[in-house]
């Protein structure tokens, strides 16, 4: 019998007592890390709560489904994402935009950082000299599944293959949902600084203003 197995069939005998104290030594300690995406998924605190606790609920009612020794905080992102899916995304017929106060400018920045080559972009290089609203814009301007690959992968730090478990959807989805939204948040980015003279893109657009004015 593997450890695997062990710890499955001790999760079955458990009590309901010691299955909720299980529940809220293991799972309550990541409550802030799912509000913060709850926040971006709902784009208002009040719903974000809302949809923090209904998460929770149904992860306790199938806490006795989760392998104990696999990635908790990932089984629980997951619930959470469906619950988002199946509640909140029925409500509305428009696409959301999630808030983006409480993303760190230095985890955007680590999103948008490098090109195809590896190396650090010129728009990233930009970003440090632009405001945080251009930055948190620019964030909620890109689609829904794009953010929510992007938020994952470069600020969560889950792997591609852990990714799409929690949003239910192939690697390669992933990956090109990733580039994709990666691809966006740079573009974006770029126009912010260019228009405020900021970088290589931003000095040739100063120059070829002044031209014009000659």
Request: aromatic letters at 8%; glycine letters at 4%; hydrophobic letters at 35%.
């Amino acid at each position: 019998m593997t450890d695997s197995q062990t710890s499955t069939d001790t999760a079955a005998q458990e009590t309901t007592e010691e299955r909720r104290s299980r529940f809220e030594a293991d799972a309550l300690q990541y409550v802030d890390q799912l509000y913060s995406a709850a926040l971006r998924m709902a784009r208002n605190p009040s719903d974000a709560e809302d949809l923090v606790q209904e998460a929770y609920a149904k992860a306790y009612s199938a806490f006795h489904q989760y392998k104990p020794g696999t990635n908790l905080k990932a089984w629980l992102y997951r619930i959470l994402t469906n619950t988002y899916i199946n509640l909140y995304r029925k409500r509305q017929r428009e696409p959301l935009r999630a808030s983006t106060d409480t993303v760190e400018d230095w985890q955007m920045a680590e999103a948008a950082e490098h090109t195809s080559t590896g190396l650090r972009s010129a728009e990233a290089e930009a970003l440090d000299h632009l405001p945080d609203s251009d930055v948190k814009t620019a964030l909620a301007t890109i689609p829904e599944e794009f953010r929510l690959a992007v938020y994952f992968t470069d600020v969560e730090g889950y792997a591609y293959k852990e990714v799409a478990e929690i949003l239910g959807i192939p690697m390669g989805t992933v990956m090109s949902r990733l580039h994709r939204g990666r691809k966006q948040l740079r573009e974006l980015l770029a126009d912010y600084a260019a228009d405020r003279g900021i970088g290589d893109q931003g000095t040739a657009r100063g120059a070829a203003k002044k031209q014009e004015k000659k």
